[in-house]
């Protein structure tokens, strides 16, 4: 079945510095979200990329979606204390189920 | 908008109890609900796919008979874990589609319920 893997796994980073997680699927995706679960709560929506190589900007989040539509990133600039949680994204082969990646965990220190 | 509310947050029971899990799309209609199962520090797990007015279609590996759905209107599909037990604990989560449940359907998740088997 579609797997759909995050790096890195654990990212601990000092507030001010950039972060990015990797996500890539096993097979093509239709689209890729990305939503944010800080902890002990639920995933939160962010963003969906739908086309080949698109690229969106949130403030100081950039997400890409790669050329292949199998592979796709999240960038943080200069990262805040807000920021802690963990980033999922989670694809569609399509259908209309939600793959999940296996997440990044981001903490970020004072 | 698309609030989708999930209840109880937090539940309790010994081994051997049912346990029914609500989940209620709040401002919208939802024909497609989605259950999942995450384990601490672990991505979430499909379990089903709830369709209301029709059976729910269940992800290989998840007993029907243990997790019960229900989606009886447009806006509650419920979850019942049938005779529960400690591997049963976890954090279950529901999330409701708006948009007809296509492969571009965004997902709204409720705040999830924190399962513990005694």
């Known amino acids: 079945g579609q797997q759909v893997m995050q790096i890195p796994q654990y990212q601990h980073v000092q507030e001010g510095e950039d972060f990015t997680t990797y996500c890539n699927s096993s097979?093509?995706?239709?689209?890729i979200q990305w939503y944010k679960q800080r902890p002990g709560g639920h995933p939160v929506f962010l963003i969906q990329?739908?086309?080949?190589?698109e690229v969106k900007k949130q403030k100081r989040l950039t997400f890409q979606f790669g050329e292949a539509k199998k592979n796709s990133s999240l960038h943080i600039t200069a990262t805040q204390t807000t920021d802690v949680g963990t980033y999922f994204c989670a694809g569609t082969g399509g259908g209309n189920k939600l793959t999940f990646g296996t997440g990044t965990q981001l903490k970020v220190e004072l | 908008g698309a609030v989708v509310s999930q209840h109880p947050s937090w539940v309790i029971c010994k081994s051997g109890t049912s346990v029914k899990i609500e989940c209620r799309s709040l401002?919208?209609?939802?024909?497609?609900m989605f259950w999942y199962r995450q384990f601490p520090k672990q991505s979430l797990m499909l379990m089903a796919t709830s369709n209301e007015g029709s059976k729910a279609t269940y992800e290989q590996g998840v007993e029907k008979d243990k997790f019960l759905i229900n989606h009886a209107s447009l806006t509650l599909s419920t979850l019942t874990v049938t005779s529960a037990h400690p591997e049963d604990s976890s954090f279950y989560i529901c999330?409701?589609?708006?948009?007809?449940?296509?492969?571009?359907?965004?997902?709204?998740f409720g705040a999830g319920t924190r399962l513990s088997v005694l």
């Open positions: 999330s409701a589609t708006v948009g007809g449940g296509g492969p571009s359907s965004i997902q709204y």
């Open positions: 097979t093509t995706l239709s689209n």
């Open positions: 990329l739908v086309k080949s190589g």
């Open positions: 401002d919208f209609q939802a024909t497609t």
